[in-house]
């Protein structure tokens, strides 16, 4: 099975960081069911975050194991 990346883009007031809380289980569906395969790895970056020296892209890896450590060999 190949891997693949997908990318959630909109306006403002769209409801994306909603999406995400939800997946998060940051906030409950009003109704309705949540599914969310068993093998989805989800990846979120809150919209605001604490300075840090850190590039970006580092802040977002941080949290992947498995790239870390494939990438300190």
């Known amino acids: 099975m190949q891997q693949s990346d997908t990318t959630l883009l909109g306006p403002n007031g ?10 998060n289980n940051e906030l409950q569906i009003d109704g309705g069911d949540l599914y969310i395969p068993p093998k989805w790895r989800i990846a979120h970056m809150a919209q605001k975050v604490h300075a840090s020296s850190r590039s970006a892209l580092d802040y977002a890896i941080d949290d992947d194991h498995t790239y870390r450590s494939i990438e300190k060999g």
């Open 14 to 23: 769209a409801g994306k960081s909603s999406l995400f809380a939800l997946l």
